[in-house]
């Protein structure tokens, strides 16, 4: 059942204390965040903040797979050219 049958209902501050708790559990806060982001049961403020979470977390994932790629790179070519001397 859902328990914000009038989506002008704010989230009560035990909620999202709830929401943090459970969000400092290894791995199962990834599933929570795809839980929350996609269930239609999910308060509409949870799951917009938890949608908005996953496209900043694959947003740092990118970037992060982009700066190691670079160094490797930057490393491999640094390498070539030491030994090169």
């Not at 009560?12 to 806060?29: A, G, Q, R």
């Not at 799951?47 to 996953?54: C, D, G, P």
């Not at 947003?59 to 190691?68: K, L, M, P, R, T």
Request: net charge negative; glycine share 4%.
């Amino acid at each position: 059942m859902n328990n914000f049958q009038n989506n002008s209902e704010h989230m009560s501050v035990k909620d999202w204390i709830v929401t943090y708790l459970l969000l400092l559990i290894p791995v199962v806060n990834i599933v929570l965040m795809f839980v929350w982001a996609f269930d239609e049961n999910t308060h509409e403020c949870k799951r917009n903040y938890f949608k908005a979470q996953l496209i900043i977390l694959a947003g740092a994932i990118v970037i992060s797979i982009v700066i190691v790629i670079f160094a490797l790179i930057l490393g491999a070519t640094a390498g070539s050219f030491l030994n090169s001397y």
